[in-house]
């Protein structure tokens, strides 16, 4: 079974850092476009940031400077550095796949079951 493995979340205070680690597992072959979203309570899901086979990024305005994501594509796992952590932050935390392949078969828009960040002084 396919599926998104994600880790790392929990309480921070405020100006404080943590790292989002995402596992593509099943005997994934390879992934396209890795990203993470968030959701906060009330709001819209978000993109926070995303990251292409080749390494390109781009990220929301609001997380620029603070965040950096990274993948290592020999374990099909995306990471998320978050520092300088604000309230704001605190959201769920989604780990998302565009196009993965198993196989010879092709996956798309595949979702992690979330990881809560709280920060909160």
């Known amino acids: 079974q396919v599926q998104l493995v994600e880790s790392g979340g929990g309480l921070v205070q405020p100006g404080g850092s943590l790292r989002l680690s995402c596992a593509a597992s099943g005997s994934i072959a390879s992934a396209n476009t890795m990203a993470w979203y968030r959701q906060a309570p009330g709001k819209q899901r978000e993109m926070v940031a995303r990251i292409t086979y080749g390494g390109s990024t781009n990220y929301a305005d609001s997380v620029k400077g603070r965040f950096t994501i990274s993948r290592d594509n020999a374990k099909n796992t995306v990471y998320l550095q978050m520092s300088s952590l604000k309230p704001e932050d605190t959201a769920v935390y989604y780990c998302?796949?565009?196009?993965?392949?198993?196989?010879?078969?092709?996956?798309?828009?595949?979702w992690g079951q979330g990881t809560q960040v709280t920060v909160s002084s």
């Open positions: 998302n796949v565009d196009r993965m392949r198993k196989g010879t078969t092709w996956l798309s828009n595949v």
